[in-house]
Each structure stands twice: as structure tokens, then as C-alpha cells.
């Protein structure tokens, strides 16, 4: 208790430095907190999609070149197939353009092929009754703080900027697609053949879930088999293996926020190293007066570490709070669009909060370890 107490009255000794190193480190804790999130937010995307009994359907040329919806109607009589519904991703922007939301048309199967939105009973119906019913993810809900019965306006990013207005039945209860607005299919199609576009009936994919895990390899196969050879031969993917894919095409990101990480990391040690430094260039007569009063080189060492980690772990406990009110519920994830969302986790935050004290501790290492070998009467002749 006696040594505690020391050390929260050196931190007071020069407030404004102790507070100014602590700020420091906490911002780095938070920037590295959240870059490393980004790889393992990707990671829970395509973990949580592998226990889905969905396929994925896209056009085997060009995934982004389109696939009939009418194709549902052969799948859905295919043996192991439980549901099927056309996708269509319209891109939009809600008040302006930098208001960039995935916006997704979907047929009236989406309650069947997708159980965990929780689109059963009253958002059935709903569904079923509204045509401009749509339903936004959580973090979408959230960040434009939209409610159940409000009417919203989108404006496609096509060359058309084809306007649709919705009415906000609920929130989608999906933790995979938590960005993700989903309105009807028809209704896009109607407005679409309004303005004079043709009429391809050509979805983005089809998704189909499958009754069971011995269903899903016979019915890879019978999907592509079926449509071989067809104007639009399709290739059948599991969800998790056609998010990874996705992911994948975004490049090295793990490697380039990993990079980025250690640089946050290099730059908090070398600003900690320089005010340890400070810290104890002014206190070394000090020491040198506390190893005369027979303070052991231990008990000087422990009091000077302690001030170290008590910064870094203000600082690291400012930084993990902050980013657990940020992010712990998740936010958007703009480099996939609307496939899942940058979380932080209180294990995640745990790991940064631990590590910015080991930081702030390591920095510290060569200017004690300078003080405390010094004898008391070369610490007296230092210049201060």
C-alpha cells in the first residue's frame, strides 16, 4: 500500500506530462484496437456463415452478370432443397452520396430461405401486405436512427437514379447482414420496367437452403448439372465459402492492417521510452537519496515500473472503453459493403488493454535499469 501510494504521488508530481503520455498511448490503444478488429471481424463473417445450411448461386462466367430468377422454380423441385429466392442488389444512396447503403431486392421466399431474420407471424405479413415494406439491418437502423413505420427515400447510384420510397417495417435480426436494407423484388422490377428498362428477370444470385448437411454436396452438384450447357450456367456455393471468396478479392487486408498495427505499436514504445526517459532523468537524485535512505534497488525499480503501468493502463482502459461504446455492438464495415460489420470485442479490448501496459512497462526498461545500477554517489553527481 505504501509503494501505491508513492506512485500516485509521483504521477500528480507533473500532471500535465502523466495526462499528455496517457492520452498519447490511449489513442494509439484505440487506433490499434480498432485496425486489428477489421481482420477479426472478417473472420467472425465467415465463421458464423459456415454453420448456415445455405448455397449460394451465381453465374459461372461472371458472378456479377446476372442469373434468371425463374431459376428457383427448377431448383425448389430439386431433391435436398428446402427454399429458394432470386437476389437482386441495388446500390443506393439515402441522403447523399456519401450515404452509400447495399440495398438488396429479394423475393417473398426471403422468410424461408433465411429463418434467422426473424421475419416470421406479424413481419410476414407485413411483408406480404406492404410493397414498399422493407427491412434494415441492425447497425443501419442504428446509424440513421430509423424506427418501425418511418417512410425513407432512396435513390439508385445507376445512371438513372431511379428513386424508391420504403416504409420501415422492423429491423432485420441478422448479425452476418447488419448493413443490409431488404425490400421486395417485384417492387424494384415494377419501377424499373416504369422508367423503360427491359425486363431480363436477371437476379445478382439465388440462395437456396438446404434441409440438411447431408443434403448440401448431392445438391451442388444437381444445381449445376441441371443448368449445364444453358444460356446461364450457374456455379453453387456454400455461404461461407462464397463470403471468403468475396472477402479475398478486397486483397491483402490482414497483412496491410497487421503492418499498420506494428507501426501503432513502434510509435506508442518510442513516445513511452521518451517520457520514461524524461521521467527518470529528473528523479535521479532522488534515487540516489532513497538507495542512502536504504531503499533497495528492487523496491526503487518497482515503484518506477508501477508509474509506467499506471499510465498505460489509464490509457489503455480509456482506449477499450471508448472503442467497446464505438463498436461493441458493431459498425459499418464500408470495405465489404453490406456483409457483416467492424465489432470490437470485450476479449479483443482485454488483449489491447494488456498490451498497452506491457508497452508502456517494456519502454521503461533501459532508463531504470540505468537509475537503479548507478550507486547513490554517482546518481548525486548526474546534472539534472
Same mark, same amino acid.
Request: with cysteine.
Given at each position: 500500500?505504501?509503494?501505491?501510494?508513492?506512485?500516485?504521488?509521483?504521477?500528480?508530481?507533473?500532471?500535465?506530462?502523466?495526462?499528455?503520455?496517457?492520452?498519447?498511448?490511449?489513442?494509439?490503444?484505440?487506433? @490499434?484496437?480498432?485496425?486489428?478488429?477489421?481482420?477479426?471481424?472478417?473472420?467472425?463473417?465467415?465463421?458464423?456463415? !459456415?454453420?448456415?445450411?445455405?448455397?449460394?448461386?451465381?453465374?459461372?462466367?461472371?458472378?456479377?452478370?446476372?442469373?434468371?430468377?425463374?431459376?428457383?422454380?427448377?431448383?425448389?423441385?430439386?431433391?435436398?432443397?428446402?427454399?429458394?429466392?432470386?437476389?437482386?442488389?441495388?446500390?443506393?444512396? @439515402?441522403?447523399?452520396?456519401?450515404?452509400?447503403?447495399?440495398?438488396?431486392?429479394?423475393?417473398?421466399?426471403?422468410?424461408?430461405?433465411?429463418?434467422?431474420?426473424?421475419?416470421?407471424?406479424?413481419?410476414?405479413?407485413?411483408?406480404?401486405?406492404?410493397?414498399?415494406?422493407?427491412?434494415?439491418?441492425?447497425?443501419?437502423?442504428?446509424? @440513421?436512427?430509423?424506427?418501425?413505420?418511418?417512410?425513407?427515400?432512396?435513390?439508385?447510384?445507376?445512371?438513372?437514379?431511379?428513386?424508391? !420510397?420504403?416504409?420501415?417495417?422492423?429491423?432485420?435480426?441478422?448479425?452476418?447482414?447488419?448493413?443490409?436494407?431488404?425490400?421486395?423484388?417485384?417492387?424494384?422490377?415494377?419501377?424499373?420496367?416504369?422508367?423503360?428498362?427491359?425486363?431480363?428477370?436477371?437476379?445478382?444470385?439465388?440462395?437456396?437452403?438446404?434441409?440438411?448437411?447431408?443434403?448440401?454436396?448431392?445438391?451442388?452438384?444437381?444445381?449445376?448439372?441441371?443448368?449445364?450447357?444453358?444460356?446461364?450456367?450457374?456455379?453453387?456455393?456454400?455461404?461461407?465459402?462464397?463470403?471468403?471468396?468475396?472477402?479475398?478479392?478486397?486483397?491483402?487486408?490482414?497483412?496491410?492492417?497487421?503492418?499498420?498495427?506494428?507501426?501503432?505499436?513502434?510509435?506508442?514504445?518510442?513516445?513511452?521510452?521518451?517520457?520514461?526517459?524524461?521521467?527518470?532523468?529528473?528523479?535521479?537524485?532522488?534515487?540516489?537519496?532513497?538507495?542512502?535512505?536504504?531503499? !533497495?534497488?528492487?523496491?526503487?525499480?518497482?515503484?518506477?515500473?508501477?508509474?509506467?503501468?499506471?499510465?498505460?493502463?489509464?490509457?489503455?482502459?480509456?482506449?477499450?472503453?471508448?472503442?467497446?461504446?464505438?463498436?461493441?455492438?458493431?459498425?459499418?464495415?464500408?470495405?465489404?459493403?453490406?456483409?457483416?460489420?467492424?465489432?470490437?470485442?470485450?476479449?479483443?479490448?482485454?488483449?489491447?488493454?494488456?498490451?498497452?501496459?506491457?508497452?508502456?512497462?517494456?519502454?521503461?526498461?533501459?532508463?531504470?535499469?540505468?537509475?537503479?545500477?548507478?550507486?547513490?554517489?554517482?546518481?548525486?553527481?548526474?546534472?539534472?
Amino acid at each position: 500500500m505504501y509503494l501505491l501510494k508513492m506512485i500516485e504521488r509521483n504521477l500528480r508530481r507533473n500532471l500535465r506530462r502523466t495526462v499528455l503520455t496517457a492520452l498519447t498511448v490511449a489513442l494509439a490503444t484505440f487506433i @490499434y484496437l480498432v485496425l486489428a478488429s477489421v481482420p477479426a471481424s472478417m473472420d467472425r463473417i465467415v465463421k458464423d456463415a !459456415s454453420s448456415t445450411l445455405r448455397l449460394i448461386v451465381v453465374n459461372r462466367s461472371l458472378p456479377f452478370y446476372g442469373i434468371p430468377g425463374r431459376y428457383c422454380d427448377q431448383v425448389r423441385e430439386m431433391p435436398g432443397c428446402a427454399a429458394c429466392v432470386a437476389i437482386t442488389g441495388w446500390p443506393a444512396t @439515402y441522403r447523399d452520396v456519401s450515404d452509400q447503403i447495399l440495398a438488396v431486392a429479394e423475393g417473398q421466399q426471403i422468410v424461408d430461405v433465411f429463418p434467422d431474420y426473424d421475419l416470421s407471424g406479424e413481419a410476414r405479413r407485413a411483408w406480404d401486405r406492404q410493397r414498399r415494406g422493407a427491412f434494415a439491418g441492425r447497425v443501419l437502423m442504428a446509424r @440513421y436512427g430509423w424506427h418501425t413505420g418511418d417512410q425513407v427515400t432512396l435513390r439508385g447510384v445507376d445512371r438513372d437514379h431511379l428513386a424508391l !420510397s420504403f416504409v420501415i417495417l422492423g429491423e432485420m435480426h441478422s448479425a452476418r447482414y447488419p448493413n443490409v436494407f431488404a425490400f421486395r423484388r417485384d417492387y424494384l422490377e415494377e419501377a424499373r420496367k416504369a422508367i423503360g428498362h427491359p425486363d431480363p428477370d436477371l437476379a445478382w444470385n439465388l440462395v437456396v437452403r438446404v434441409h440438411g448437411v447431408e443434403n448440401v454436396d448431392a445438391l451442388i452438384r444437381e444445381i449445376d448439372d441441371n443448368f449445364r450447357n444453358s444460356d446461364y450456367e450457374t456455379r453453387t456455393l456454400t455461404e461461407s465459402d462464397a463470403l471468403a471468396g468475396g472477402l479475398s478479392a478486397l486483397g491483402d487486408i490482414r497483412g496491410i492492417v497487421l503492418a499498420l498495427c506494428a507501426i501503432v505499436i513502434l510509435t506508442v514504445l518510442i513516445i513511452a521510452a521518451n517520457s520514461t526517459a524524461m521521467m527518470v532523468r529528473e528523479r535521479i537524485n532522488e534515487v540516489a537519496v532513497m538507495r542512502s535512505l536504504g531503499f !533497495s534497488r528492487g523496491a526503487i525499480a518497482a515503484m518506477l515500473f508501477g508509474e509506467c503501468g499506471a499510465i498505460g493502463l489509464a490509457g489503455g482502459t480509456l482506449a477499450a472503453a471508448a472503442a467497446l461504446w464505438i463498436f461493441g455492438t458493431g459498425a459499418s464495415l464500408s470495405i465489404v459493403g453490406g456483409i457483416g460489420a467492424l465489432w470490437v470485442t470485450p476479449a479483443g479490448a482485454a488483449k489491447a488493454l494488456g498490451l498497452a501496459i506491457a508497452i508502456c512497462i517494456l519502454s521503461g526498461v533501459a532508463p531504470i535499469w540505468t537509475a537503479v545500477r548507478l550507486s547513490p554517489t554517482e546518481a548525486l553527481r548526474k546534472v539534472v
